[in-house]
């Protein structure tokens, strides 16, 4: 077990939240339910392009019973604002994908509400869609802007072409990763509920102040009027970021028309098909090299297909270039990143955000740069590692060259590559092959360059009586382990029992805005904050109770929960905050974020701080392949992180494993399937996610290099095991069968086609010798 | 209809439509949440509850069966403030993180726990499987298992041998002539001969439930066959197996005779689904819903079972590979149900395998099955090779050509390799064809070269 911290920073502290969860009382949201409550739906389109002719509504269909809205009875502008505005609440005129969100209507009764489903069409006329990356870049058809694109980046550094030329050899890559769904056990729900001159919004999100923002742009009411609260949320993975807001502007338009409470849940069908996914990638990489293994220059392009709307795809691209040379030294190089629009849904969020594809991309091009060299893949990235006073290709200054270099060397040690990668283990049957493959990445913590700065997060802790302490943030607990986070952090700072803490589900009438729950920013970050508020707190205490005892405030100590005088002990925390509340009034300590000095960053350049902190991972995968019927089984991952500092053991081994999990599902697994700009996986027997039975067995050490900037030294943890995963399983794949994959997911189908493909090319090649 | 059942221990009636999901009952007219919807299609595991001592997803449970029946869900045990030790195992060890796959992974593992005391790590990988976790990567959930195994929770646990109890229940006038619950397969055929063309029969109702949700119509008469002892009944009579339709897949690969003389049986209801849905899905449902993709078919081929089937007119036996007459449809009258199988106990010189490649370990549709039984005499001669495939046409099918080529023929690894390729061309599968064909002949392949391996390593004995 890990050395704590004081007595909670890093301890295996059970989650408050898990009693309610393990015993089925957690009330998620489709678990609430209100008088008079109707339910809603949302009618799409059903295809991926064209306009909309009519909408026929059956006359038979008694529909006085029901609330029906079109884009035409908005009260409100018909956008949903996020990074851009221009995604519609309801299509209007022109459909630009499946799904896309037409009518919505809501009834008092679930099989009333199927029957007025049932009794519209819509009568489109459909246009040839545009459906593809290369599509989209040849511009014939323009759905986005003037060409398509929502974001164009590029960084450049040195002069890569020249440096190119004197590579010994350049070596090129294309690599493709495809969809990923975050499937979330709970589907997205959302009930609305109209109040006085407003409307309340509870549902399942990761980013309250989101949909606040959303729906008081939309609806016509004082934005004090919308309050938007949590429910227990089954899961979120990123896929709870942006959707929300659209949901809870649908289930409020509903609610206002009706005048009853609404309560939209999606069904699993509806949330595979119409929700937003991990963005397919198309990344080419072309790297000069001298012949010891010295990477000297790259050119890497990166496309991301964004679908039909801005979504969050320009800050996922930003994320996917900053990440996209990996952690190594490359003198000169250029990327050059966009995102492009297809009519196709709308990708967005997911744990990783970006850092995935470009990951895959740039790990896999160093296993290709390895094999062409003859020099193993974990020799050529430790010659070419990043070191301590390098820059990254953005200019920041890197400094955490122990760091990297631990996590690589400790993974290797722990799981015996170098022995297994000569000599297989014998555990493996003979009739599969063993393959060990590795790879290395970082994930920078918190917003992208100054997006701290812009959020500027805001903290309260409040003493409610009853020796409780509210932990206020905008920051929800949806599985990940904010509650246990923050509460020992703050019974640390307080030293107090974490039981005296509460961390509610936000309010937003209540709580102050401490940014989203996204991007690995909430340790780190709102972690920070909430310390601050907690020494504030104790602060107004001290100087009330130093008032009482007619004490300067520095003849006050305050130590283990016991205020007292260098004559004696004065009182427990308890006893003078219930004194307090009595005599003084509310008590509470409010922090914002402080933000760091000399941190630049110029976004117009693409140059400076791109991040305030990085934390690093490798990971080694161990897989068997079945050659009979190319199935492919992960037997073990053994992963190093690096992360600052752990703040509860077992609830950030849980975020390594499970979020390992998910990346060596990306890796091998997880389908969408897409046809004519349709996904075709809309059931759980579709797309699959790995089973118990699919899962290897986890070999999980994390590291801990204080940072100073985080709280008690942690950096950002969420999104770094969702990096790594694919390319080191891909990698273990290569190795246990000498074919080298360059799309995700390797299934059966693709690792057969590709035995096919090169079995034939060597075919020909031989016969050209002849 | 109204009928009476036990939830958590106390007795209550109900008043429900008879395809009503038992998981609305619990979570939309009883008010317990705990019981999640993830999926509706029996995927997922989020809404499993433990009835009469088994397993099962409360989405896949039609009112219609229940009377009677003995419903543990995740109220039934501890409290926030006084979990059980399992549910104190959970949260402990870290195994609950979003908290919507718990109560579904709390009521598995207790089943596990309540049949295997001390399951090893591959038993509790085998336990959850058909419930899904996207938090943990199920690391954490094997731990708490695990103590909660070493803290001896499954010895606390009951034995439940819940008969199938009749279990009184009234209909609605609407519902008579329409809804049936016999309990004898006499009572069930005389219902048969008045209203079969309209019946559609019920038995683990994990295709029907589907269905529904998506769309399907209610059917206007309905029967449930699942409470006829006789067709729940696994006997050996005469040199032959006979597996009443009825007979779940957990019941039809824990039977000792399916274990000791028909590893590819077992092998195919073992890897049908997950337990949740072994608990439920049958023999007949499977055979019946006449689904290309279904599992039992091309074992049952290749075994060279055969389809009883009875009405109030007599019994007809049929080879199993005249069951289906084309994509879902099968041979059988309106009049008449699929009493069972006889499968012939296999001679002391055969093999027999069953391989199934879908894209995950467990809970996976087949993108490939396959099953393979040969008898050879002492010489190494083949005498009679049988094959079929499932998932390659509107039904499953057996490789004749595969077969020809192979009867009569010395099997060497020569032969093995060209019966491969001769299985390969024997199929011809609509999407990914390339890919399922060379897996076909890998397969034969694999099934032949291991029987000559066998062979060898006697030898050398």
Known sequence: MRKTTGKYIGSTLPRPDGWEKVTGRAMFIDDISFPDMWFGRTIRSSIPSGTIRKIEMAPSFNWSRVTVIRAEDLPGPNEVCMVENDLPILAEEKIRYCGEPVILIAAPGKALLEAAVKAISIITAEEKPLLTIEKSLEGKKIIYGKDNVFADYAISDGNPDMALEKADMIIEGTYQTGYQEQLYLETQGMIALPVENGIEIIGSMQCPYYIHRAASHALPFDPENIVIKQAVTGGGFGGKEDYPSVIGIHAALLAMKSGHPVKMVYDREEDLLVTPKRHPSLIRHRTGVRKDGTLIASHIEILLDGGAYATLSKVVLQRAILHAAGPYRIPDLYIRGRALATNTPPCSAFRGFGVPQSCFAVERQMDHIAARLGIDPFDLRKKNLLQNGNRFPFGQEFTEGENLDLVLEKAVDLSDYKKKRTFPPKTCPPSKKYGIGLSLYFHGGGFTGRGEEKIDGKAKVRYVGNGLIEILVSSVEMGQGATVMFTSLAAETMELPPSMFKHPQPDTSIVPDSGPTVASRTTMFVGRIVMDACLNLLEALRSAVGKWHKAENGDIIYSKGLFSTENGPLGHFTEMADRFLLEEGPLSGFARYVPPERMLWDEDSFTGTAYKSYSWGADVAEVEVDMNTYEIKPVRITTVVEIGKVINEITALGQVEGGKLQALGYGYLEEMKIRKGKFESGHMTQYHIPTSMDSPDFHVSIEEIPYTGGPFGAKGLGELPMDGGAPALVSAIENATGLSPNQIPVTGERLERLQRETHNETEGASRDEV | ?461
């Not at chain 2, 009636?13 to 979570?27: F, V």
């Not at chain 2, 609950?96 to 591959?122: H, I, W, Y």
């Not at chain 2, 074992?299 to 007459?325: P, Q, Y």
């Open chain 2, 1 to 461: 209809m109204k009928f009476d059942m036990t939830l958590n221990g106390k007795n209550i009636s109900i008043e429900s439509s008879p395809l009503r999901r038992l998981l609305d009952i619990l979570r939309e007219d009883l008010g317990l949440t705990g019981t999640k919807e993830g999926c509706g299609e029996g995927e997922c595991g989020a809404c499993a509850v433990i009835m009469d001592g088994m397993l099962v997803n409360s989405c896949m449970v039609p009112a219609i069966q229940l009377p009677g029946k003995h419903v543990l869900t995740i109220e039934g045990l501890g409290s926030p403030e006084e979990p059980d030790p399992l549910q104190r195992a959970f949260v402990e060890e870290g195994a609950v993180q979003c908290g919507f796959c718990t109560p579904g992974m709390v009521m598995a593992s207790r089943f596990l726990l309540s049949q295997n005391n001390k399951p090893d790590k591959e038993q509790i990988r085998m336990g959850l499987a058909g419930n899904l976790c996207r938090c943990t990567g199920y690391e954490r959930i094997f731990r708490a298992v695990e103590r909660a195994a070493g803290e001896g929770y499954g010895e606390t646990i009951e034995p439940s041998f819940f008969l199938s109890t009749p279990g009184s229940f009234e209909l609605c006038e609407n519902e008579k002539n329409r809804i049936f619950i016999p309990h004898s397969t006499e009572e069930a055929l005389a219902i048969l001969k008045t209203h079969g063309e309209v019946i559609t029969l019920l038995a683990g109702t994990t295709d029907i439930m589907v269905q529904l949700k998506n769309g399907r119509k209610e059917p206007e008469a309905l029967m449930d066959i699942s409470r006829i002892p006789e067709l729940s009944s696994i006997s050996l009579e005469n040199d032959s197996l006979q597996i009443g339709s009825c007979s779940t897949y957990s019941r039809i690969y824990s039977n000792p005779v399916v274990q000791s003389h028909f590893p590819a049986l077992q092998t195919a209801a073992r890897l049908n689904g997950a337990i949740t849905l072994q608990n439920r899905a049958t023999l007949g449902g499977n055979l019946m819903t006449a689904s290309p993709a279904a599992d039992m078919p091309p074992v049952l081929m290749a075994l060279g079972a055969k389809a009883v089937l009875r009405s109030t007119s007599g019994s007809r036996e049929i080879s199993i590979t005249e069951l289906w007459t084309g994509y879902r449809t099968t041979v059988r009258l309106p009049e008449e149900i699929l009493v069972g199988i006889k499968v012939p106990i296999p001679s002391e010189n055969s093999r027999q395998i069953f391989y199934k490649r879908g894209s995950r370990s467990m809970l996976t549709i087949a993108r490939v099955s396959l099953a393979g039984y040969i008898e050879i005499d002492e010489n190494g001669s083949i005498l009679e090779p049988r094959f079929a495939v499932g998932t390659m046409g509107k039904t499953a099918f057996m490789l004749e050509d595969l077969q020809n080529f192979l009867r009569g023929r010395d099997l060497t690894e020569d032969i093995a390799i060209k019966a491969g390729n001769i299985a390969s061309g024997s199929v011809n599968p609509r999407k990914t064809p390339e890919y399922r064909k060379q897996v076909t002949g890998n397969l034969v392949k694999k099934f032949l070269l291991g029987i000559i391996e066998e062979r060898n390593q006697k030898e050398e004995q």
